[in-house]
């Protein structure tokens, strides 16, 4: 594909070709000179800003004129670098050497990535009524091979619409997610004596992350089954260990997976046996607990007993949709509700363990708010601004989802200046646009003020830890009022400090971002 000359003047094309490479040798020059020097970055972003604006220019280029590392640097970046673990790095690599806009090719895989949030929001504005993240999935060859239906993590177009509606009822408006108030509470208290059980005698609990994971899954269950799966007990039931490490199985292998079409699987018969059996097991755990709680029903109802209850599993499976589709639903609401949950809880400890006054001035507007009480509810989070601010910069910095994905399917769109074609994948860069220093002053530090003034500095698309829109995330506000209920209890309850002075841990991508090492933590009663 050419230039495209929207003037389709033959004698303007070649000005506007040259325009063109002054631009980039300029735009080049800038970024060279402009590692250190926020100013120069900032004319830089302009100049790409300006070339971005309606009739700014009369040229929009297109992905043959796009910048990018080559196959082989790529190759090699994933390969010999651990780059697959690194990645939410090289977005932030690739954005210093090539600018917001730039391409790669993971294998067969060609993705355009956007990392600054106007360009993002330019995206997302284009993205249509049916938005899809992803048109090839390992995820959905996987459902394909089985026979089982998508859940709304893979479902597009109309199927996908209908659950999302259905769902929406009762897990976006705030009323219905309300009602989650009283059973996330009583899971907290079950946090609560996880922790106090498992601290040592200096109060230091090792891996926090692997209790949050208990917290994460017995929450999800209850708002889905409505009742309790027992993953905070003192012993943790083998077949939810199993089903933890096979959601964190499925995780690691995604990317792999997605970067080879599903017609060369054999390529990496080792991994995809792997990815499918892990996927095996979460279908299965899901199922099992989903026709327990059905079955509970059924006989409710034959000893002539009122059966009634807000649960989601209860919901689906009164409506048209076939069993089929209730169960890949539920299993991959069961799967969006660990990982998130578990990464959040702990990096909001770890920071707030590494800022004590920080810590102490969120726990003064937590008793305030509770005026002696222990055990916050939906009203008493409305009234804490510090703690909606702590989850808000947590999520930041580390960004549960480094780099989203759609791809626009109905019709070419332009972005940043370029063309690109329908069906191209595009890879939000997230990460790399929520540490930009251009866009968050001191971008790496813990700052949840940040998000007090007023008058806000940043632009709205550059920090989306839920996504935004239609596709965003429906888990949200469950998601939020469970880390609030929990975080603010701890800190009622504890005094949080790092076990180890000084020790920092990092994040990796595995699919999802993830602690790199162990957290451990003290926790001191109070
Ligand atoms: C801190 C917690 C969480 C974060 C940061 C998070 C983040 C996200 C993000 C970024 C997306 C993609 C949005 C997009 O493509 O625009 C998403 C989608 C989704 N999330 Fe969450 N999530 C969290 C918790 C949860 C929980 C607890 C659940 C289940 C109750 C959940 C269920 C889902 C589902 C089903 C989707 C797909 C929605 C769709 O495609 O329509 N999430 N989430």
């Given amino acids: 594909m050419g230039d495209r000359n929207v003037s389709g003047c033959p004698g303007e094309r070649g000005i506007h070709r040259s325009i063109l490479v002054v631009r980039r040798m300029l735009q080049q020059a800038l970024r060279a000179s402009s590692r250190g020097f926020p100013l120069l970055r900032w004319v830089e972003r302009w100049a790409e800003g300006a070339a971005a604006r309606p009739g700014a220019s009369q040229v929009v280029k297109t992905l043959n004129d796009m910048p990018g590392p080559s196959f082989a640097s790529v190759t090699w970046d994933l390969c010999a670098r651990q780059g697959l673990s690194r990645l939410h790095e090289l977005h932030m690599k690739a954005v210093k050497r090539y600018g917001p806009v730039w391409k790669a090719s993971y294998g067969p895989l060609m993705t355009v990535h956007v990392a600054d949030p106007a360009l993002i929001e330019q995206v997302l504005r284009q993205e249509g009524h049916h938005p899809m993240r992803s048109e090839l999935s390992s995820w959905k060859d996987y459902r394909k091979l089985r026979g089982h239906h998508y859940g709304l993590l893979t479902a597009e177009g109309e199927e996908w619409q209908t659950v999302r509606s259905l769902l929406g009822k009762l897990m976006l408006r705030p009323k219905a997610v309300e009602a989650y108030n009283e059973t996330l509470n009583s899971i907290v208290s079950d946090l609560m004596a996880k922790i106090h059980h498992c601290r040592n005698p200096q109060g230091v609990v090792t891996d926090i992350a692997s209790i949050f994971y208990s917290f994460g899954l ?22 939810t260990q199993h089903f933890i490490e096979s959601i964190r199985t499925v995780f690691e292998k995604t990317i792999v997976t997605m970067a080879i079409p599903s017609f060369l699987h054999w390529l990496l018969p080792k991994t995809w046996r792997a990815f499918c059996q892990r996927w095996d ?71 707030l363990s590494r800022h004590p006054e920080f810590q102490a001035s969120l726990r003064a507007e937590v008793l305030a708010v509770l005026e002696g009480r222990k055990i916050a509810n939906a009203e008493d989070i409305a009234r804490m601004p510090l703690l909606k601010a702590t989850v808000k910069e947590v999520l930041r910095l580390y960004p549960i989802i480094p780099g989203n994905a759609r791809v626009i399917t109905e019709k070419d769109i332009e972005v940043g200046g370029y063309l690109i074609p329908k069906k191209t994948l595009i890879t939000l860069c997230h990460f790399a646009a929520s540490r930009d ?90």
């Fill in 218 to 239: 017995e929450g999800i269950s209850s708002v889905l089954f409505e009742s309790r799966i027992g993953c905070l007990n003192k012993v943790v039931p083998e077949e």
């Fill in 281 to 351: 097991y979460i279908f299965e755990f899901a199922k099992g607990h989903i026709d327990q709680r059905l079955r509970a029903e059924a006989e409710k109802v034959a000893r002539g007993e009122k059966v009634e209850g807000h649960y989601v599993t209860y919901f689906l499976s009164k409506t048209e949709l076939p069993m089929k589709t209730v169960y890949s639903n539920i299993t991959e609401l069961l799967l969006a509700g660990i990982d998130t949950i578990s990464s959040t809880m702990s990096w909001s400890l770890y920071e």
């Fill in 437 to 526: 220093p251009a866009v968050f002053k001191d971008p790496d530090s813990f700052q949840p003020a940040r998000w007090l003034t007023k008058k806000k500095s940043h632009h709205p698309y550059a920090s989306l830890p839920f996504g935004v829109g239609k596709r965003s995330c429906i888990g949200r506000r469950i998601a939020e009022l469970e880390l609030y209920l929990a975080l603010s209890r701890i800190l009622v309850e504890y005094d949080v400090k790092p076990s180890l002075e000084g020790n920092t841990v990092k994040p990796m991508t595995r699919t999802i971002l993830v602690p790199e090492n162990v957290i451990s933590l003290q926790f001191i009663e109070r």
